[in-house]
């Protein structure tokens, strides 16, 4: 004979705005990582970098700098989401996913493995899309003055 154990639930709790658009921004930021990485197993494109070029660009202190501080952005987006107040944080949040759409896009330029490059590009523009419709649809309270009205 065998006794039947209760049904449980899973308990699951609402994710907040801010988590949800960290979350989003580490997943972006991981994808770019993957893909370059999996990009230097792409014919050639290790012999360019050693070459002295990336992309259609000459390695140099200034590109490296740009870059730098181009891929920081996703990076502090993570933190500016948690930490700074809702208006500031949904306000970057659209402005910075807004400004990586076109960073995005331009990627898929001069590469030869479209196949690649293209889903990529696909799944970062949908992360960027998330983080603005995240953003933009940011759950509003009625303040005190407005609650009696």
Not at 52 to 68: I, K, M, N, P, W
Not at 69 to 85: D, G, K, Q, R, Y
Request: aromatic share 10%; net charge neutral; hydrophobic share 55%.
């Amino acid at each position: 004979m065998t006794t039947r154990q209760p049904t449980t639930v899973l308990d699951d709790p609402p994710v907040s705005v801010r988590v949800k658009l960290a979350a989003t921004w580490t997943s972006l930021m991981f994808l770019y990582v993957y893909v370059d990485i999996l990009n230097f197993f792409t014919p050639g494109v290790v012999q360019r970098i050693l070459d002295g070029r990336v992309h259609e660009f000459d390695l140099s202190q200034t590109f490296s700098t740009s870059a730098l501080v181009l891929m920081t952005v996703p990076s502090l987006m993570a933190v500016a989401s948690v930490t700074l107040p809702a208006r500031a944080s949904r306000i970057a949040n659209i402005a910075a996913a807004c400004l990586f759409v076109p960073v995005t896009i331009f990627n898929i330029t001069g590469e030869s493995w479209l196949l690649f490059f293209g889903l990529s590009i696909v799944m970062e523009l949908a992360l960027l899309g998330l983080i603005m419709r995240i953003a933009w649809t940011w759950p509003r309270t009625r303040t005190a003055g407005e609650a009696g009205a």
